[in-house]
Each structure stands twice: as structure tokens, then as C-alpha cells.
């Protein structure tokens, strides 16, 4: 009998396939009475509520979230911890964006007070709006990752974090060296990799700022650790496109130099992806990488054009993320939506299942995860949103002329936002509950 655990009654929407790929009867899963029992931070069991009250002990705690939605929660593949004080910069594309506001703000994260004060907001922001894991860029500074992991390891989150290694084009406080760079890594990856939640991702900013020596470096610690995660930028911006032609002249294309030194590999997370030649998606398709879509700042900073149907072809996995702070949402419903708009822009399609399923399964696919989180399945970690498709008066009229569960989900995604984060689960746990006045929760 499914006793002693919590039980979460809602409208339940999850996905075990890609709709995409396999077609919306095999990969969704919508419950309209549904009810997650889950215990230890995992689901026990999962299915219809008549099904599952008839057997529940009577002493469970149930909450009821009915009428609304009940997905696992969000997973946001890319984003930057220390610029939640630069999103909304205003007027610059990439280069000069990092020049004139982020490597300067960056450069104060060597402060844990001032590293620690942003892990929290940052934090706070994600359960805020319904996500529960990240793959998150640090500072080169050490400081900057144990205050992050510190934080999302008391709140019990899955997160994915590294120290950003960079020596070179950049003011001297954020610079490491080869060396520097990857001792402190390996000492980093020894205090937090695999301590509860919490994984560790080698973190090359991107080419430019990287030295031959440093990635080769970043290769012996990638040679080190095969099973560590990899994070890093490519081919978002021409001028980072024409630097990188001229700092690596060996190089055939910008891909190139990261194969070059054994970056090209499962669960190495390519942030942008916008301008690459078949060539650069045939490496990144062999070398089981995944592409990382980031709409709200590919717009924001005018950097391009993602080609999602492009990457399906080339077969790789493809992710979207917020890419905060040249992203200027913390939103994965905007996310989504603002992706829609982009893919219109190329004559494709984003229909409101494929969307889900990339926020949520399809993200754990992307950063590897997927034997963890992203489905509601017996066995899979209990982070969970709670989402209100009538949040605001814009929504609940909407509403009122939706017919089907598809056209529900799609109005939301383009009307919602936090607004619609009724509450989020971590570990089974409500870490944040818009009913409440301090809204986030401590563990
Ligand atoms: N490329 C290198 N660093 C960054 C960054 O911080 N943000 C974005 N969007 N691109 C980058
Ligand atoms: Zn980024």
C-alpha cells in the first residue's frame, strides 16, 4: 500500500518520449485526475486518483493542486550565476556586451559575500519559476562556485555548476592561468561532484578567452573525469566567430578547436550553436554533444537565428535555456515562447507538447539527466511545478474560447510566466508556494 510518503493530487502532464520524434500518443502522458505519491525525495507511484486513493493510508498527507497542471519541473540547461545584476543591459551584441557590462560586473565575485547574495536570489528566482535544475556558469573564481553549491545543496537541488576557466581577453580579476585554472577545478570538482545533488561541470568560457595551454589543460581534467558534464559557448555571434579564426589559424572552424581537445563528447553542453557549417553539426552529432538553444538572447543581443529542425537532422540533441544574463527571462514558459518566435521566423514549428517535453524531459536528456529528472515515473527524482494556466485576467480570458489540453498549454507558454508558478517541489518537497508570503521555503 502506497503509505507513509506525501501525496500530490493535480491535473498530471509528463512526457516518455519526444513528440517530435515518436508521435504525441507514445510520448504523452496527461492524467486529468492524477495523483504522485512520493517518498525519500522520489516517486513511488504515479496513475489515476480513483486508482491510487482506493489504496492510500489513510494517515498520507495529500495536497490537493486541482485544477491545476502537475509537470516534473523545469531544467534549464544554460545560464550565468553572476549576472543577475547585467540581464537588461542595454544596446551592445556579444563582444562588446561582455567588455562593457559582464566581465566588470564578474569581477566582484571573488567577494563570497557578494557571490553568495547572488547564488540565494538566483535560486530563489529558479523555484520561483518552477525550476528546479541548471546547468549554471560560475566566475573563474572559486568563491563564486562554493557559494552556489553550498546554497543548492541546503535546498536539496539537482544543479550542474562550474567554475568558468578563462586566461586570456579579459581585465586581470577574472583571468586564471592554464595551471591555475585547472588546479582549482580539480579541487572544486573533488569538494562538490556527486555530493548529494550536486554535479560538476568543466566550464572553458569559450575559445577566445582560453589560451592553447588552458584547453589543453581543460582536456587532461575532460580526460580525468569522462563522466563530468561540459559547458562552454560556441558559434553564437560573428565577431566571436571571425576572433576565434584568427586566435586559432590551425583551426578549420570553431568547432574544430574543441574537438581538438576532446570538448566534443556526451553530456558537453554547447551553448548557442547559431552559425555552424554542416560540417561543425556533423562533429557535434558524432561526438554525442548536445546544442543548446538560448532565444531570449540570441533576440536580445542580435546574435541569430537558431536552426532547431537543423540540429534534429544533423541527430543532435538539441536543449533551450534562458542564458540569463544575456537572456532577459527567468521564465522557461517565456523561454519557450520567445523560442516559438524564433523557429517562426525560419518557417518552423513549436507545438505546445514538443515545447514541454524540451523544458522538461528533453532538457534532462540534454544535459544528461534523464535517468534522473524530467518524467514522473516511480524511481525518478520528486521536482515537480505546479502551474496555473488561468494566472492573470490576459490568461482567464484566453482561456475562455480553449478547447483542448493542447490548446491550453500553448496559451500558456506564450501568456505565462511566474505569475502561473503556483508551487514547486523539490525532493517532494514545496521549496515555493505563491500562497504564502516569503514564497520561497527553507528546506
Ligand atoms: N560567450 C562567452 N561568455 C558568454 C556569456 O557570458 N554570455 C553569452 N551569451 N555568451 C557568452
Ligand atoms: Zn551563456
Sequence with gaps: RPGGGTALRARLLWFDADPAEEG???????????????ENGVIREVGEAADILRRLLPDTPLVDHRPHLLMPGFIDPHLHMPQTQVIASYGAELMEWLAKYTFPEESRYGDPAVAEAASRFLLDELLANGTTTAGVYCTS??????????DAGRRGMRMVAGKVMMDRNAPAALLDTAETGYQQSKE?????HGKGRLDYAITPRFAPTSTEAQLEACEMLAGEYP??????????????????????????????VYERYGLVRPKAMFGHCIHLSARERGALAAGGATAVFCPTSNLFLGSGLFDLAGMREAGILAGIATD????????????????????ALAGQR??????????TAGNAAAMGLDNRIGRIAPGMEADFVVLDSH????????????????????????????RATVATYVEGRRAYDRALPARTLPP
Excluded at 572544486?188 to 562538490?192: D, K, P, S, V
Excluded at 540569463?324 to 523557429?343: D, F, H, N, P, W
Design 227 to 256: 563522466e563530468l558534464h561540459i559547458q562552454t559557448h560556441l558559434s553564437e555571434n560573428t565577431a566571436e566567430i571571425a576572433f576565434v579564426r584568427k586566435a586559432f589559424a590551425w583551426s578549420k572552424d570553431y568547432t574544430e
Design 141 to 150: 573564481h572559486r568563491e563564486s562556485v562554493d557559494a552556489f553549491f553550498a
Design 188 to 192: 572544486l570538482i573533488e569538494r562538490w
Design 24 to 38: 504525441e500518443a507514445r510520448a504523452v502522458r496527461y492524467v486529468a485526475d492524477g495523483i504522485v505519491v512520493v
Design 324 to 343: 540569463i544574463g544575456g537572456g532577459t527571462s527567468y521564465s522557461m514558459l517565456r523561454t519557450a515562447s520567445e523560442g516559438y518566435k524564433v523557429l
Design 391 to 418: 494566472a492573470t485576467a490576459a490568461m482567464r480570458r484566453r482561456m475562455e474560447r480553449v478547447e483542448t489540453l493542447e490548446e491550453e498549454l500553448f496559451a500558456l507558454i506564450v501568456l505565462g510566466d511566474d
Design 350 to 359: 513549436l507545438p505546445a507538447f514538443d515545447a514541454f517535453h524540451m523544458l
